[in-house]
């Protein structure tokens, strides 16, 4: 539990040790980068809070569900903003993460609470007999859990995990509302907002364009997992 739970935190915090100023960044290219990190991070830590809920150590469970329940009841934004606001107060300007930073943060916990839920349906639909099965051939129970249990459940849940992804994509737009972030969004409401371009009214072309964006991301990103779907055997 403890490894799964920091292994995430200390990958990302060698990602983003690979670039000095991630305040720098901007546009759509931020969008993808915030979604694909917090994605990476936000998966493990799912699979540990599931499990940790399915835990028969009560502590473990309970803590896991505690967490699950108090991040899905409170809405993303409210999040982000508690993230810009309350750090600042909390730690000194010198350990103060960046709004990048925070943003990646607060979206992998979000999506990890959710992340959860989804993987124990997954579990809780696999019939006992697998692991039955995996008993009778004298399997250890972390062995039970890696070739039978986790395979089976990831793989029948993963159109919702995939949904879940896409929400996180469109949902970095509001790291730019509530962080500042200089995210698509923000963009295409700066460049209308120039005196040059004030009086032509372009906001609708360039809303537009920029929803165009995301929907061509997503649209892919959905076919490409019905493919996997179909490889897998998953979809009919």
Do not use: H
């Amino acid at each position: 539990m403890i490894v799964g739970v920091v292994a995430p935190f200390v990958a990302l915090n060698w990602l983003l040790g690979a670039v000095d100023k991630w305040d720098d960044v901007g546009g759509f290219y931020l969008n993808i980068v915030v979604a694909f990190i917090s994605t990476v991070v936000a998966i493990p830590l799912g699979i540990v809070f599931a499990l940790g809920r399915r835990s028969k150590m009560r502590i473990i469970s309970a803590l896991s569900t505690v967490y699950i329940e108090i991040v899905r009841a409170g809405p993303l934004f409210v999040w982000l903003f508690l993230a810009g606001q309350l750090v600042t107060f909390v730690l000194p300007g010198t350990f103060s993460p960046q709004d990048v930073l925070r943003a990646i943060i607060v979206f992998a916990l979000f999506t990890a609470a959710y992340m959860a839920e989804i993987v124990r349906g997954g579990l809780q639909a696999l019939p006992k007999g697998q692991v039955e099965a995996g008993q009778a051939v004298g399997l250890s129970s972390f062995q039970q859990l890696r070739f039978i249990v986790l395979p089976q459940a990831l793989r029948n849940v993963i159109p919702a995990m995939v949904g879940q992804i896409i929400s996180l994509f469109k949902d970095t737009t509001l790291a730019g509302i509530a962080l500042g972030l200089f995210e698509m969004v923000q963009v295409a409401t700066s460049i209308t907002s120039q005196e040059q371009f004030r009086t032509e009214f372009r906001l609708f072309e360039t809303m537009l364009f920029a929803a165009l964006l995301f929907w061509v991301v997503s649209y892919t990103f959905s076919k490409e997992s019905q493919r996997f779907e179909r490889k897998l055997k998953v979809a009919k």
